[in-house]
């Protein structure tokens, strides 16, 4: 910035880390329109259109599913501050760092936690958590669908089933996976699904997607006690966007204006097509993987999420120089693992307008070079092991 100079200049970035995700053009452009006060008919319109379009991209028929106010863990807070009250008994899949902050989340909340562990990329198989949640009857069930710490994906069914079984509700993060991968909320059993704008929507980040299913719509109508969160209260946050259309907070518009423009070339993709389009990115970039030498750290495909890869860091490479050289050579941001995957994985993410095979040849290429500058050693006898 030079001394007269006061406006920003952002360097131009590939963004294939979490998230954020690269943003369309076309978002940006809709970020650009005038925007109308938050009690004007033309933000419901622009709301109802939404609310239609996310029914899709989360695969459910709730009438209650809306975007709110807040990144990801504002979608987190709000399902969990909605549904668990002081005393109740929770119960959390936990393989990942995600899952922990559902479980903090959840005893500020005066929840009573109890936890079935697995290390960080490992899944729980059906009959190991339906059996956890008959024994322990809990009034909650918690899960993350794709745990961006580790690369994991978690499936729902059978959980969903023995939760319903004992009479609890199921809270998912989807956080990750919506937009780039199946989340099939009504097929799985989903009573609340919560998401962020920013990894498989391809948005900037700010709102937080969420679904009730009719169950959960019945289990916040008779809670008793008065929500501790003022902001996050589903009740009054419905009542604004659904019912009396009556203030409860300024909305950002301009991020009701990029939410649609996403959903919209979502569904003039088609949801089933972009979910085709994101597994094939990922089955490129793991073949592409595998040929430099690497493996990945989920070791199983199918529990893998397709829209963030954790290549394993090589014996002898240093993740962060990789990191640095990428960015500071081509512009491409990758991150790298934390808490106890800490320098042992990478966190690719391949999502929205960067899924494409020519953007994951690129990356490829740069990132195979990184590595080899970065020491990896890539002798056939190395590249075999
Ligand atoms: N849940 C998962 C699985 C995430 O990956 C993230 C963010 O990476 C969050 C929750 C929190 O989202 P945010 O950072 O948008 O608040």
Redesign the pocket.
Known sequence: MSNNDISIHPPTRWLFG??PSQVHPRVYEAMRQPIVGHLDPYFFTVNEDIQQMLRRVFGTENKLTFAISG????G?ETAITNFVEPGAKVAVLASGY?AD?MTDMAKRQGGDVVRFEKPWGGVFADAEAADFIRREKPRVVMY?H???SSGAVQKGKAICAAAHEVGAIVIT?V??SLGAMPVQVDETGIDVAYS?T??GLSCP?GLAPITLSPRAAERLNERASTNRSWYFDLKLLNDFYNVSHRYHHTVSITLFYALHEALTLIVEEGVENRWQRHQRAHAQFVTGIEALGLRMHVPDDVNRIVNLNTPCVPEGVDDAKVRTALVRDHGIEIAGGFGPLAGKVFRIGIMGPLATEEHVARLLEHFGSALQAAGLDRTPAAVTT
């Open positions: 979490p998230g990144t990801g863990s504002g987190m995600f902050r993350v794709a745990e961006t993060d956080v990750t962020c920013q990894k980040p």
